[in-house]
Nanobody
Framework: QVQMVESGGGLVQAGGSLRLSCTAS????????MGWFRQAPGKEREFVAA????????YYADSVKGRFTISRDNAKNTVFLQMNSLKPWDTAVYYC???????????????????WGQGTRVTVSS
């Protein structure tokens, strides 16, 4: 069982930056690939970014490439999402998720993850 808590959300103007954090419980954090998803009002939850257990491989949705960076610190059981050049359509609740799957093609869908955080809200004003 892995429990995760996200933080770092808030209100920011378009063009600004935020850094989200997701801290997980347990001593097996380094064995999980981690992902970030987001869900805007009235929309389905969508993939944002993922990172392999070692941090050596990262994956991004096209909509955030070049603006968002995912990273992790296994010593602190934490995964980060640095979000730069934020746009109003980045507004959503952001969720972190964990999976033991070694297959990167599974990282892009919600079904590929076993554990989820409760989410942190990001609002980007125009």
């Amino acid at each position: 069982q892995v429990q995760m808590v996200e933080s770092g959300g808030g209100l920011v103007q378009a063009g600004g930056s935020l850094r989200l954090s997701c801290t997980a419980s347990g001593r097996t954090f380094s064995t999980y690939a981690m992902g970030w998803f987001r869900q805007a009002p009235g929309k389905e939850r969508e993939f944002v970014a993922a990172i392999s257990w070692s941090g050596g491989n990262t994956y991004y949705a096209d909509s955030v490439k070049g603006r968002f960076t995912i990273s992790r610190d296994n010593a602190k059981n934490t995964v980060f999402l640095q979000m730069n050049s934020l746009k109003p359509w980045d507004t959503a609740v952001y969720y972190c998720a964990a999976t033991t799957s070694p297959y990167s093609h599974t990282y892009y869908s919600t079904g590929g993850y076993t554990y989820w955080g409760q989410g942190t809200r990001v609002t980007v004003s125009s």
